[in-house]
């Protein structure tokens, strides 16, 4: 190997190449989330990543070590951004931390757009477990106070953060090419999960 050559996954070497490549980086994230969505994650191959995304191997393998670790980059940063989202909301009032984690999901959903509608199977679990079991917990800690304060529809934590889990993501689903996407997804979600005197206009 000669002594000149760049290590994988070497900072690139100005600004401009590393805006570039990040660009790129996210292309073929979005690409491949959007395949992956369209016909399962099984069904998809690396060749037909390279070719949707209009990108050479040698640059996909400078950004993942396979298709598993592709999907890993598309969804860790859901579950991370949701955890770093929730821990802002420690100590505010009852109120506050059921909206916020009602409002993360719109949220996420722009930023994230199609991965947040992925399903994966228990293998691919595997790869995000961690940081997702850590999502879940915050959800826990959060809403343990949320109903205590008594304005949980169904008086439980527990069956309010059963219904957030198999809910939310579908509600996001349903509305998001609506115009008042934000107004319909947060009065449905209150609707469902919250007293009525806790409904926000």
């Known amino acids: 190997m000669p002594t000149n050559a760049a290590p994988r996954n070497a900072p690139p070497r100005s600004p401009r ?47 993942f070590t396979s298709k598993r670790d592709l999907l890993f980059h598309i969804l860790d940063p859901i579950f991370q951004t949701g955890v770093t989202h929730m821990q802002a909301l420690k100590g505010k009032s009852p109120a506050d931390m059921a909206y916020g984690v009602i409002d993360m999901y719109p949220l996420l959903w722009e930023q994230f757009g199609e991965a947040l509608f992925l399903r994966i199977g228990h293998d691919e679990f595997k790869l995000i477990e961690k940081t997702h079991n850590e999502y879940v917990r915050m959800i826990g800690q959060l809403f343990g106070g949320v109903e205590a304060a008594g304005i949980l529809r169904n008086g439980s934590s527990p069956h309010t953060q059963r219904l957030i889990a198999r809910c939310a993501i579908d509600v996001v689903r349903v509305y998001r090419n609506d115009p008042d996407f934000k107004r319909l997804y947060r009065t449905t979600m209150e609707g469902m999960l919250l007293t009525d005197a806790t409904h926000r206009q």
């Open 17 to 63: 190449v590393a805006q570039r490549r990040e660009r790129m980086r996210q292309h073929v994230l979005r690409v491949g989330a959007k395949m992956f969505l369209e016909r399962g994650i099984e069904n998809v191959s690396v060749e037909e990543i390279l070719d949707a995304a209009n990108l050479a191997r040698s640059t996909f393998y400078s950004f």
